[in-house]
């Protein structure tokens, strides 16, 4: 196929508001002296040419400020060299370091990324889903502000594989990539047992997440194997949010005797409310309880006093895992399953320790 036979139109020219005809493939055929055929083979990248022929006709199209018609180039080679990004993060706050990674990653194939955001509205999403489809994208990552289970995304084109990161889904053909929050967590409570402390709290939000659920079998199975028992008044569930972690501290410190000497928080907005809590209270933040965060939101963890601790889920490196994992299967390759990746501890001056950075 002519892959310049669909980008004839034309453009301001530099100056004097003239406009000019812009460059085409049979333009650079004629200034390299081979075929329009040949051209397509050399900027297309396949075919049987000559080392030097392929390099003089590109660098002789580059010259010429030659772009191939992208739609052409799809329909010739079977790739719109396009990925979808579905996400509900309405704030991006998950969701944009993925992307980032992802970018990164497809840029090296020379892959672009539309990003949509369907906001948990399933009509937004089926839109976009057609839109997408309507672009020939290559294959749709599907990513959202929690990692718990949603509805399998609907495509109604077969061969579009879909990937979820930081999501997923109950079909057991799917692939899903999220941050291994039990993990993290182990890391984070054995951070604060090998700091000595003993009496460790844990301050979390809403049960109903497997975030939740997660991180806490995190810190159980730390306190079990230091020997220690954690006292069930010592474990709050709430809220995510800054209101929650202050009056988690009213609970927590009701009584001073058995009252803890660090807490883990399920979130940095969490634990910013504790320390303001616990600084209200006269209480030192390291010196007499010690805190840990999760998520490692820098805006955050770097506007807590003392600045906060806390566990990175290493979104942006997710994303770059996505990529990868989305060339694999545009190449032909089954993934399914769930594949956590591990989280990093962020150490700061709130658990008392020389910060420090744990794998």
């Not at 990674?101 to 009509?123: H, I, K, Q, W, Y």
């Amino acid at each position: 196929m002519d892959t310049g036979e669909l980008d004839n139109d034309k453009r301001p020219a530099a100056s004097g508001g003239q406009r000019r005809a812009r460059p085409t493939i049979r333009d650079v055929a004629r200034l390299a002296h081979v075929s329009v055929g040949t051209v397509s083979k050399a900027l297309n990248r396949n075919g049987s040419l000559r080392q030097e022929t392929r390099e003089r006709i590109v660098a002789v199209a580059k010259n010429l400020g030659f772009r191939p018609n992208d739609l052409a180039q799809s329909l010739h080679r079977g790739q719109s060299l396009t990925v979808g990004l579905i996400s509900t993060d309405s704030f991006g706050r998950f969701t944009i370091p993925i992307m980032e990674g992802l970018e990164e990653c497809l840029a090296d194939s020379r892959m672009s990324v539309f990003m949509c955001n369907a906001t948990d509205d399933p009509v937004r999403e089926a839109r976009h889903v057609e839109s997408l489809i309507g672009k020939r994208v290559d294959g749709i990552v599907v990513s959202g502000r929690r990692a718990d289970l949603r509805p399998k995304l609907v495509v109604q084109s077969p061969g579009i594989p879909v990937l979820y990161v930081y999501s997923q889904t109950d079909d057991p053909e799917a692939y899903s990539l999220t941050p291994d929050d039990e993990a993290g967590a182990l890391d984070a409570t054995d951070h604060l047992v090998e700091l000595g402390r003993r009496r460790i709290a844990h301050v979390t939000g809403p049960q109903r997440f497997e975030a939740v659920r997660l991180r806490r079998e995190g810190y159980r199975k730390a306190l079990a194997a230091a020997g220690l028992e954690p006292a069930a008044e010592h474990a709050l569930t709430g809220t995510w949010s800054e209101g929650w972690g202050r009056d988690a501290v009213a609970q927590l410190f009701r009584r001073k005797r058995g009252s803890p000497d660090a807490i883990f928080c399920g979130n940095d907005q969490i634990a910013r409310g504790v320390a303001d809590a616990l600084r209200e209270r006269g209480i030192s933040v390291p010196d007499d309880v010690a805190i840990v965060g999760f998520d490692n939101w820098e805006i955050v963890a770097a506007a807590t006093r003392p600045p906060l601790s806390s566990v990175d889920m290493n979104l942006k490196e997710l994303g770059r895992e996505a990529g990868r994992c989305m060339m694999r299967i545009i190449g032909g390759e089954h993934l399914s399953g769930v594949r956590r990746l591990p989280c990093s501890l962020i150490v700061r001056e709130s658990s008392g320790a020389a910060a420090a950075r744990h794998q």
